[in-house]
């Protein structure tokens, strides 16, 4: 079974440039999740969908990020425009069912963004 | 709110030495529990989850931790370290109704020779 797929996996920008990450998450698996992991820290969830509706993004930044994902499979973050804060790992997660408590996440290798 | 609290940020130990990493939570229900992994470059990777029943969880790998709720703690321990287990590990809290993970800054586990 392939795992949680995730492009770029480094990418490399301005300050106020705009990047996009991609994520593919495992096959039949309804719910997918964003998470922003900065260095020395612990991930922090951005956004949480099911299917193709937003369960949770509370803590996501929205004057500048934005997350969809079309037809209920792949996913797209976005940052426009980049701040130097921004630098991070950007992990995608997805569980199989409705992202219950207990439920297993499966995590992808994530894209890391340096923001110079 | 739920929190977690990983002691110690960078744990050493020497290979075949036990590991004990430590992680205590709050939450204002019962709380369920995992223990994550995450080697250099990877994504994290589960190694064990409390939801009920027994408190002492088995992992992969050869690791187990005990729930106790009275001391709200869920520590991560392996009998004899491996050179493989170094990494970094997370521990995480969720709750019912609450639908997400909350995780601990981490501990970077190094294994010396």
């Known amino acids: 079974e392939a795992g949680v797929a995730q492009s770029p996996r480094y990418k490399i920008i301005e300050k106020r440039q705009s990047v996009a990450f991609w994520c593919n998450p495992i096959?039949?698996?309804?719910?997918l999740y964003w998470y922003q992991q900065i260095l020395g820290q612990g991930p922090k969830l951005l956004i949480q969908?099911?299917?193709?509706?937003?369960?949770?993004d509370s803590q996501l930044p929205k004057d500048r990020f934005s997350a969809e994902r079309l037809k209920g499979v792949d996913s797209t973050l976005k940052i426009q425009p980049a701040k130097l804060e921004d630098s991070a790992v950007y992990l995608c997660?997805?569980?199989?069912?409705?992202?219950?408590?207990?439920?297993?996440?499966?995590f992808g290798p994530g894209t890391r963004l340096l923001v110079l | 709110a739920q929190s977690v609290t990983q002691l110690g940020s960078h744990v050493s130990v020497s290979e075949g030495a036990l590991v004990l990493l430590r992680c205590n939570y709050s939450s204002s229900v019962p709380p369920y529990l995992f223990w994550y992994v995450q080697y250099p470059n990877q994504g994290l990777q589960l190694l064990l989850k409390?939801?009920?029943?027994?408190?002492l969880v088995k992992g992969i790998n050869g690791f187990e931790a005990e729930f106790k709720k009275s001391e709200t703690s869920f520590h991560l321990t392996k009998p004899s370290a491996h050179m493989s287990d170094a990494a970094e590990y997370f521990c995480?809290?969720?709750?019912?109704?609450?639908?997400?993970?909350?995780f601990g800054q981490g501990t970077r586990l190094t294994i010396n020779p």
């Open positions: 997660a997805s569980s199989l069912v409705g992202g219950g408590y207990q439920e297993t996440q499966y």
């Open positions: 409390y939801t009920t029943g027994a408190t």
């Open positions: 995480a809290v969720s709750e019912l109704g609450a639908q997400k993970l909350v």
């Open positions: 096959s039949g698996h309804a719910t």
């Open positions: 969908f099911q299917n193709n509706g937003v369960v949770d």
